[in-house]
């Protein structure tokens, strides 16, 4: 009994009879399982003719085996050929039984039918299985749209917000606020540069020219020049430097350049070498 067939007859009588379950389908399987004596008999002897019909078909096959001299493309225009021979002899043919006991009709009748059960159950865990996983990732999925709605609402509000603040300012209000956030920037600036001015000449001062002498005595081998500039100079212009060029921060090290203050840049990690021109440095980035 097919599956279209066997839904067809649980609709019609389901009405009177419950339906099983697969525990109860199987234990009536394995209770109807023994087949008669004279079944069992009538099975061993079609099989035992079915198998002696592959026997004789396997040694027609070996005898009409191609002689392996012949050109392989002969071979397999004959293959061919004779697989469509094949081919239209199986579609000619029209199916029938193997056997006409009853017992045996039934007994493959029920193994189909346990078997189509087991993959029917396997059919529906896969199916729940999936059916979790979708609920879940339609649970996240309802979260995140949630989280995405409120985010919108959030920016919405602030877009409106700034709507009205800009309805309510005026363009030379935001001209004045404007100038007056300049100006007070760059008093700031002005104001760090002094302090740092200060701080450099307190605790890094430019060294002075020295007498002969002196220098003779403690062997100081560096001589100054009158061109040096101080660290709180090299430091603006390494900073000039990054603000008006930043897709080219490196300043070329020339005579200006006291070699103690780069080493001591470098050093502590306030500026870095160029990594092919050591006659190049840039400030660090601290952001």
Same mark, same amino acid.
């Not at 419950?18 to 004279?38: C, I, K, P």
């Not at 060294?207 to 002498?213: G, R, V």
């Given at each position: 009994?097919?599956?279209?067939?066997?839904?067809?007859?649980?609709?019609?009588?389901?009405?009177?009879?419950?339906?099983?379950?697969?525990?109860?389908?199987?234990?009536?399987?394995?209770?109807?399982?023994?087949?008669?004596?004279?079944?069992?008999?009538?099975?061993?002897?079609?099989?035992?003719?079915?198998?002696?019909?592959?026997?004789?078909?396997?040694? #027609?096959? $070996?005898?009409?085996?191609?002689?392996?001299? #012949?050109?392989?493309?002969?071979?397999?225009?004959?293959?061919? %050929?004779? *697989?469509?021979?094949?081919?239209?002899?199986?579609?000619? %043919? @029209?199916?029938?039984?193997?056997? =006409?006991?009853?017992? +045996?009709?039934?007994?493959?009748?029920?193994?189909?039918?346990?078997?189509?059960?087991?993959?029917?159950?396997?059919?529906?865990?896969?199916?729940?299985?999936?059916?979790?996983?979708?609920?879940? =990732?339609?649970?996240?999925?309802?979260?995140?749209?949630?989280?995405?709605?409120?985010?919108?609402? =959030? $920016?919405?509000?602030?877009? #409106?917000?700034?709507?009205?603040?800009?309805?309510?300012?005026?363009?030379?209000?935001?001209?004045?606020?404007? @100038?007056?956030?300049?100006?007070?920037?760059?008093?700031?600036?002005?104001?760090?540069?002094?302090?740092?001015?200060? +701080?450099?000449? %307190?605790?890094?001062?430019?060294?002075? !020219?020295?007498?002969?002498?002196?220098?003779?005595? !403690?062997?100081?081998?560096?001589?100054?020049?009158?061109?040096?500039?101080?660290?709180?100079? $090299?430091?603006?212009?390494?900073?000039?430097?990054? +603000?008006? *060029?930043?897709?080219?921060?490196?300043?070329?090290?020339?005579?200006?350049?006291?070699?103690?203050?780069?080493? %001591?840049?470098?050093?502590?990690?306030?500026?870095?070498?160029?990594?092919?021109?050591?006659?190049? +440095?840039?400030?660090?980035?601290?952001?």
């Amino acid at each position: 009994m097919t599956s279209s067939k066997l839904a067809v007859f649980l609709n019609k009588h389901g009405h009177r009879h419950r339906l099983l379950t697969m525990d109860e389908v199987r234990a009536d399987g394995e209770v109807a399982a023994q087949l008669s004596e004279a079944a069992k008999a009538e099975l061993l002897e079609l099989c035992e003719e079915q198998f002696a019909q592959l026997e004789k078909l396997q040694e #027609e096959i $070996i005898q009409c085996e191609p002689d392996s001299s #012949e050109d392989p493309e002969d071979q397999l225009v004959k293959r061919l %050929m004779a *697989t469509d021979a094949e081919l239209k002899q199986w579609l000619s %043919m @029209k199916p029938s039984l193997l056997a =006409t006991n009853s017992d +045996i009709l039934l007994q493959a009748g029920k193994d189909e039918m346990l078997k189509l059960c087991s993959d029917l159950e396997m059919v529906v865990s896969c199916c729940e299985a999936k059916r979790d996983k979708l609920r879940e =990732t339609k649970e996240l999925e309802q979260k995140w749209l949630e989280e995405k709605k409120q985010v919108v609402l =959030t $920016i919405n509000d602030h877009i #409106e917000r700034l709507r009205v603040e800009m309805e309510k300012c005026s363009e030379h209000n935001i001209f004045l606020e404007t @100038k007056a956030k300049i100006q007070k920037v760059k008093a700031y600036q002005e104001n760090l540069m002094e302090n740092l001015g200060d +701080i450099l000449a %307190m605790h890094a001062p430019l060294s002075q !020219k020295e007498s002969s002498a002196s220098k003779n005595k !403690k062997n100081f081998p560096l001589e100054l020049n009158e061109n040096h500039i101080s660290l709180s100079e $090299i430091l603006e212009v390494l900073m000039d430097k990054v +603000i008006n *060029t930043p897709h080219d921060p490196y300043v070329t090290v020339d005579d200006t350049f006291w070699p103690p203050y780069v080493e %001591m840049l470098l050093r502590y990690g306030v500026a870095v070498r160029h990594q092919e021109n050591n006659f190049k +440095i840039r400030l660090e980035t601290f952001f």
